[in-house]
């Protein structure tokens, strides 16, 4: 079992800058992807960006490409989600989630473990 608990959600206006947290424990040696997803009110929820550490490879939807970092603390067992330059649209709940393999994938259904979720609101 693994456990997520993210933090760092908010208010912020559009432009400004949010930096997520996911913390991992339980059985954390298994963690290779982790990946940040969101859901908006009626509608499903959406890839967001995804890291395999093992690979170092980082994938970003296109829609925050440029904007948001994927990343992670390998000593403290967690990861982030550096998210700059916010837009109105950008207004989501935001929940982490690990997968086991080595594979990243864009497809909600495909992780095991998910976090509780954070609340980012960005105002106009």
């Known amino acids: 079992q693994v456990q997520l608990v993210e933090s760092g959600g908010g208010l912020v206006q559009a432009g400004g800058s949010l930096r997520l947290s996911c913390a991992a424990s339980?059985?954390?040696?298994?963690?290779?992807?982790m990946g940040w997803f969101r859901q908006s009110p009626g509608k499903e929820r959406e890839f967001v960006a995804a890291?395999?550490?093992?690979?170092?490879?980082?994938y970003y939807t296109d829609s925050v490409k440029g904007r948001f970092t994927i990343s992670r603390d390998n000593a403290k067992n967690t990861g982030y989600l550096q998210m700059n330059s916010l837009k109105p649209e950008d207004t989501a709940v935001y929940y982490c989630a690990t997968k086991s393999g080595y594979t990243v994938s864009y497809y909600y259904t495909d992780y095991d473990y998910w976090g509780q979720g954070t609340q980012v609101t960005v105002s106009s």
């Open positions: 890291t395999s550490w093992s690979a170092s490879r980082t």
């Open positions: 339980g059985r954390t040696w298994n963690i290779d992807v």
